[in-house]
């Protein structure tokens, strides 16, 4: 339902912006690596919930588009290192102020009160998916 509204709200917004080669799903993924820096592949894949060859395929995606610079460690030649560009970074920005923007909105106009039911809706729903996410 809501969730769906808000896929379908990015994937319009994406459409009519500078960065319409990217899909909803990339968009997810530049978000998931910009949240540390620099992420091993391995454990982007576990976190997205994704299998190791369809992070494998978006990735590849991305580094072509050039919004993600794949590279190894000298430490640790076997993993598989993600780092956003600067292109990436400025898409991370903006993604991210859509969503502080569809939160303020969200709150704009309740009391105290109210916003703190929200809140705690919330909290319950964050702990549930987390709890999910181990099962």
Known sequence: MIFNEVLEIEENA???SDFSDLSVKEIH???AIGLSGERRMSDLA??????PGTISVSVQNLVEKAYVNRMRRPDDRRSVYLELTAKGKLVYRLHRKFHIKMVEETIEGLDKDETDVLLKGLRNLHAFLIRTKVE
């Not at 576990?46 to 299998?51: A, G, H, I, N």
Request: aromatic share 0%.
């Open 14 to 16: 994406l459409k009519e």
């Open 29 to 31: 993924i530049i978000e």
């Open 46 to 51: 576990k976190e997205m919930r994704l299998t």
